[in-house]
Each structure stands twice: as C-alpha cells, then as structure tokens.
T-cell receptor, first 119, second 117 residues
Framework: AQKITQTQPGMFVQEKEAVTLDCTYDTSDQSYGLFWYKQPSSGEMIFLIYQGSYDEQNATEGRYSLNFQKARKSANLVISASQLGDSAMYFCAMRERNAGGTSYGKLTFGQGTILTVHP | EADIYQTPRYLVIGTGKKITLECSQTMGHDKMYWYQQDPGMELHLIHYSYGVNSTEKGDLSSESTVSRIRTEHFPLTLESARPSHTSQYLC????????????????FGSGTQLSVL
C-alpha cells in the first residue's frame, strides 16, 4: 500500500516570498509518479506539476518547482514569488501501479496543506 | 483545458431519497474516477472505471454505486441518502493505458456538494 504524508496543516507566507510545502511518500514500487494539485476555495482541483520517479531533474512549471529527493522519499513543492491568488489548499498525490507494472492511473492523496498568502 | 462536467453543483436533499450525481467528459478519456472529500480533508477514491462496462470499488467503502455504459458518462447513485453521505463528490478522468508520466494526470470536475438533512 502507498501512503502520502503532508505534515503541515497550514502555512503562511508573505506576498512575493517563496514557500515550500512538504510531502513525503511511502512506496515499494520502483516506478511511480508524484503530482501536486491546488484546490482554491471554489473547490475545483487544478493540476500544478508532475515528477516521475525516474526523472533525473527536478520538475519545474513556471513559479512551481518540485524538490525531489528520492532517497528520502520526499517531493516538496516550492512556490516562488507568492501571489495572493496562491492562497488555497495544496495536495500531494502519488500514482499507483499494479503488480504487472502497468498503471492503474489512480491517485492517492495526502491530507493537504492550507496556504495563506499575506499582502 | 478540462472538459469534465458535474451536475448538480449543490444538492440539499432529505434522508431516504434516491439521488444521482452526473459526470460527463468530452475528452474521450478511458479512465474515470469518483472521489469523496470532507471539508478541509484529503480526497478518498470511492469508485473508478477503466472503460465501458468496467467499474471497481475504490479504497474507501461507499454505499454508492456507479455505472459506465458510455465512455463519456459516469454517474454515481445513492439509493437511500443519509446524513453520513454529506460530503463533496469529485469526478475525474484521465487518458487510457497508453498514457504515462505527466499524461496520467487527472482532470477534475467542479464537484457536487451534497447535503443530506
């Protein structure tokens, strides 16, 4: 079974500063994928960034980057130059694979971190 | 980018009523999912489907049922709603078995907030 842990229930950051949201995972799979989603107060889930377990470089998508430390099983999200619109709930998720190595596509989500950006 | 639609957006209903939450996607995705989310909490997978006539129960036990008669449609039904079913229900879809890596990301609908009185 896989498990995603987000230990920060809430985080605060000043506008224009960078912030790191923590995510650790537990899996016995060699091949897996890690995703980050943003959920504003309106409730929709917005895809931010993806990191594959075999990717040698950390993923980046605009102001979002992923600090991937495979040995520590951590995949922290870094948001640079925070904006007021970044205030939302952030979820880390992992994609499962079955015993045959093919992907189910299902994502297992962490508990989430509420980010508040102060002006 | 996402072409996945859920109706209704909000539903308030009395105990014992039968309800169906609708979910449709126009992206031709083979895989579809239903997640349940309580306020401020994580998402729990309750049902998924890999294609027409394929449905499986997820990690969280649910009294709801689903059907997949058409690729684009994945409705969720509660035969007899109870207050314990009050939650947000999120429908999602993703590309088929040929997808890998980033292309396995889930596209989510806007969700249905269900309140059972």
């Amino acid at each position: 079974a896989q498990k995603i842990t987000q230990t920060q229930p809430g985080m605060f950051v000043q506008e224009k500063e960078a912030v790191t949201l923590d995510c650790t995972y537990d899996t016995s799979d060699q091949s897996y994928g890690l995703f980050w989603y943003k959920q504003p107060s309106s409730g929709e889930m917005i895809f931010l960034i993806y990191q594959g377990s075999y990717d040698e470089q950390n993923a980046t998508e605009g102001r979002y980057s992923l600090n991937f430390q495979k040995a520590r099983k951590s995949a922290n999200l870094v948001i640079s130059a925070s904006q007021l619109g970044d205030s939302a709930m952030y979820f880390c998720a992992m994609r499962e694979r079955n015993a045959g190595g093919t992907s189910y596509g299902k994502l297992t989500f962490g508990q989430g971190t509420i980010l508040t950006v102060h002006p | 980018e996402a072409d996945i639609y859920q109706t209704p957006r909000y539903l308030v209903i009395g105990t014992g009523k039968k309800i169906t939450l609708e979910c449709s996607q126009t992206m031709g995705h083979d895989k579809m999912y239903w997640y349940q989310q309580d306020p401020g909490m994580e998402l729990h997978l309750i049902h998924y489907s890999y294609g027409v006539n394929s449905t499986e129960k997820g990690d969280l036990s649910s009294e709801s049922t689903v059907s997949r008669i058409r690729t684009e449609h994945f409705p969720l039904t509660l035969e007899s709603a109870r207050p314990s079913h009050t939650s947000q229900y999120l429908c999602a879809s993703s590309k088929g078995s040929r997808a890998s890596g980033r292309n396995e990301k889930l596209f989510f609908g806007s969700g249905t907030q269900l309140s059972v009185l």
